[in-house]
């Protein structure tokens, strides 16, 4: 049997009906909208029974208004049958400070750091990962870059962190203006006066007469 991205959502939606929220088809691009509690039981059943054995990615959206808040977003790719589906799922009440969803690591390994990331951007948590820390944050960090209610002009950092030094190394390798940008709130200015380059003029190129003036 020939399986495509459509009959993969008509087979998932016919043996899982009650997980299955909605399906969508949206230019050729096949989406899932499952239940949480069994996104597990799919996921097995799409990498054993389907052959959708590489998991690309995982990512969230932040719809900030709506209930639920975010989708937890799967791309699905079957090497044997050339073919995509995508899963989500929603999760997020109001005012649910870290909304759960099940880890998928014990299906596809490569899960573990696409959660961590979601986790760390976004503040969900993956029940049952084997390690479920930030991955691009400091680890003392108390909020969420990719939510849509994060400030846009970011947090001054506390004076531990900006008393003339840093609580990390810096490579040796780093130029200078970036060093002087860590360790020291002065140095912000310096990215500042980058604005002024003219952005059309080749590294190192002398100014001319008229950009002098």
Wanted: charged residues 25%; glycine residues 6%.
């Amino acid at each position: 049997m020939v399986i495509t991205a459509a009959s993969t959502v008509d087979m998932v939606r016919g043996k899982f009906s009650q997980a299955v929220i909605e399906t969508v088809d949206y230019r050729d691009e096949q989406t899932i909208v499952l239940q949480p509690e069994q996104l597990v039981e799919v996921c097995n059943y799409l990498k054993k029974q389907l052959h959708y054995e590489m998991l690309e990615t995982i990512t969230a959206v932040d719809w900030l208004e709506r209930v639920p808040r975010y989708d937890v977003v799967y791309q699905l790719l079957s090497l044997e049958n050339k073919c995509y589906v995508r899963l989500k799922v929603r999760v997020g009440q109001r005012r649910e400070e870290h909304p759960e969803v099940p880890s998928v690591t014990s299906v596809w390994a490569g899960a573990n750091w696409y959660e961590r990331e979601v986790y760390d951007l976004f503040g969900i948590v993956f029940t049952n990962h084997p390690n479920l820390e930030r991955i691009l944050m400091p680890a003392d960090w108390t909020t969420h870059p990719l939510r849509k209610d994060y400030p846009i002009s970011g947090f001054e950092l506390p004076e531990p962190h900006w008393g003339g030094q840093v609580p990390y190394d810096v490579d040796p390798g780093v130029g200078k203006l970036y060093q002087q940008s860590l360790r020291s709130p002065e140095g912000r200015e310096l990215n500042e006066s980058r604005r002024l380059v003219n952005p059309n003029q080749e590294p190192g190129t002398p100014k001319t007469s008229e950009e002098s003036e």
